[in-house]
């Protein structure tokens, strides 16, 4: 129940294109649900986030798509370039002491 | 502001000894995390703590201990160590919902 599962694991697209990042949850107590990005060699970092009372959030060219119904939530990239590529993770925040319970990550690479 | 800061960066141990991993923000923030993490898992709660002298388990927290006497360190206390410790390891705080992660400790256990 604590379990947030993410795919796919590794992505290649061309510049330009569009990325998508998928996850699923089971456990409906969670509330916050962040994207973070992780270059090597560095901490993740938050790129963007959604709350379950919001279907969808863009901020730039990235985009949060979210299905309470189906408890499934998606990271979309538009026109993707070569500095997106890196790790993502997405995220669920419990209902106790803050705790986000992370997905497993995807490698993301955006050919030129 | 600093952020979050680790030391060190890197670490080789062989297996047995024992180590702290230091982490020390200066955001004022309450909450503060230890992550490992390790290929194709993604990042592994071991402990948190939601203020100064107040710390709980996560998700992996054994042969591992912390402490949290302010606000600002959160030290993570390694005893005989063991290969399977091989990861990176990661602190954060936060005092709402965006957690700062550090730039994190690469350690390896031979």
């Known amino acids: 129940q604590q379990q947030v599962k993410q795919s796919p694991q590794s992505l290649i697209v061309q510049k330009g294109g569009i990325s998508i990042i998928n996850c699923a949850y089971e456990n409906t107590a969670f509330d916050y649900f962040p994207w973070y990005q992780q270059f090597p060699g560095k901490g993740p970092a938050l790129l963007i986030a959604i709350r379950p009372d919001v279907s969808e959030k863009k901020e730039g060219r990235f985009t949060i798509s979210f299905n309470k119904s189906a408890k499934q939530f998606s990271l979309h990239i538009m026109d993707s370039q070569p500095g997106d590529s890196a790790t993502y993770f997405c995220a669920a925040r419990g209902p106790y002491g803050n705790k986000l319970v992370f997905g497993a990550g995807t490698i993301l690479r955006v050919k030129s | 502001n600093a952020g979050v800061t680790q030391t060190p960066k890197f670490r080789i141990l062989k297996i047995g000894q024992s180590m702290t991993l230091q982490c020390t923000q200066d955001?004022?923030?309450?909450?503060m995390y230890w992550y490992r993490q390790d290929p194709g898992m993604g990042l592994k709660l071991i402990y948190y703590?939601?203020?100064?002298?107040?710390?709980d388990k996560g998700e992996v927290p054994n042969g591992y201990n912390v402490s949290r006497s302010t606000t600002e360190d959160f030290p993570l206390r390694l005893e005989l160590a063991a290969p399977s410790q091989t990861s990176v390891y990661f602190c954060?705080?936060?005092?709402?919902?965006?957690?700062?992660f550090g730039p994190g400790t690469r350690l390896t256990v031979t």
């Open positions: 955001m004022n923030h309450n909450y």
């Open positions: 954060a705080s936060t005092q709402g919902t965006e957690q700062y």
């Open positions: 703590s939601v203020g100064a002298g107040i710390t």
